[in-house]
């Protein structure tokens, strides 16, 4: 697990106590003591990261060395600090705070008079957020600070070329317990609203235990005698892509291509397909309705003269998508021969 990147200092008081703290490049390190030299504010970035089950911390005594080392949070959200009796609760508490708590329990315990603690976080396990789908990298990622759905998405390397324009947030319990919604209730987003700002709503903070999933875009291919055979996203999926407009994104037709096509569509549950006829032509003329793409439809362009039946046609379409590849923004394949 990488080590919290923040360059912090200052002191905030706490009662009587007075709690130093210093955030590093190398992780989160608090310091418990009773007589500062040089007050400052605090940074609010003091506070954001609270402690979880399974957070590795090293807790450090300048003066006692013996009663700090390096304690895994259990999973009850406690750690046990040499010298003292009952274990010290961890989870849900700042650095700061179990800083104190472990001076505090170390002078209640008679160990020391007036220990100075120090609390690293030195590897983030307890808070942690999902990131799945049409990602640059899915995983599992530690919520190090307040983190919202766009930098969420930014620790995954952000999204593929070919996402869609849908982000799910399952949400998980500790997001129930702060909206007074259900374990596993469901938001959605539109990608375009979130990336451009227009829905400032729309990029909510996620929480510990959230799912985020990015969905991956509907597709349309277009292969055979164009200029630049391949699939290209469905950017409006209200509206969806027409016969003639997926010509256009494919660069238009190549000097032999002919107008009398075929569409191949797979059906949603076996693995039979139909093949559709069309004359692009006619619809160019106006003289026919342009038909409207499904997502996934294959649209072949065979060259002129080209005696196939539209089964045969299906064929070439389907060998042709298969050896398909990514480049820039959307799908590219071979040239069909």
Do not use: C
Request: cysteine-free.
């Amino acid at each position: 697990m990488r080590k919290q990147s923040l360059v912090a200092s200052g002191w905030v008081k706490a009662g009587a106590l007075t709690v130093a703290f210093i955030l590093s490049g190398q992780g989160v390190a608090v310091h418990a003591d009773d007589t500062p030299s040089s007050p400052k504010p605090a940074s609010p970035a003091s506070t954001d990261y609270t402690i979880g089950a399974g957070d590795v911390l090293t807790v450090s005594l300048s003066d006692a060395p013996e009663f700090g080392g390096k304690f895994r949070v259990a999973d009850s959200g406690v750690i046990s600090v040499p010298g003292v009796a009952s274990p010290i609760k961890a989870e849900g508490q700042s650095p700061i705070e179990l800083a104190s708590s472990i001076r505090e329990a170390l002078i209640e315990a008679k160990q020391l008079r007036d220990p100075h603690v120090s609390v690293f976080v030195d590897e983030f396990h307890g808070r942690t957020v999902s990131v799945l789908g049409a990602v640059n990298k899915p995983a599992v990622y530690p919520l190090q600070k307040r983190t919202t759905v766009l930098e969420a998405l930014s620790l995954a390397g952000g999204v593929l070329p070919n996402a869609g324009n849908v982000v799910t947030i399952v949400r998980g319990p500790a997001s129930a317990e702060s909206t007074n919604t259900s374990v596993g209730s469901v938001q959605t987003f539109q990608m375009s609203n979130l990336a451009s700002g227009k829905d400032l709503s729309a990029n909510v903070e996620v929480k510990n235990g959230d799912v985020i999933s990015v969905s991956a875009a509907q597709v349309v291919y277009v292969v055979g005698a164009v200029v630049k055979p391949g699939g290209f996203t469905i950017q409006d999926s209200a509206n969806g892509v027409s016969v003639v407009q997926a010509v256009a994104l494919a660069e238009g037709f190549t000097s032999v291509a002919s107008r009398r096509a075929v569409i191949v569509r797979q059906s949603t549950s076996d693995n039979s397909r139909v093949e559709i006829p069309v004359d692009i032509g006619q619809m160019m003329s106006g003289k026919v309705t342009d038909a409207v793409l499904a997502p996934n439809d294959i649209l072949f362009v065979p060259t002129s003269g080209a005696r196939r039946t539209a089964k045969a046609m299906g064929d070439v379409a389907m060998a042709a998508v298969n050896g398909v590849a990514i480049y820039g923004i959307g799908y590219r394949v071979g040239n069909v021969k």
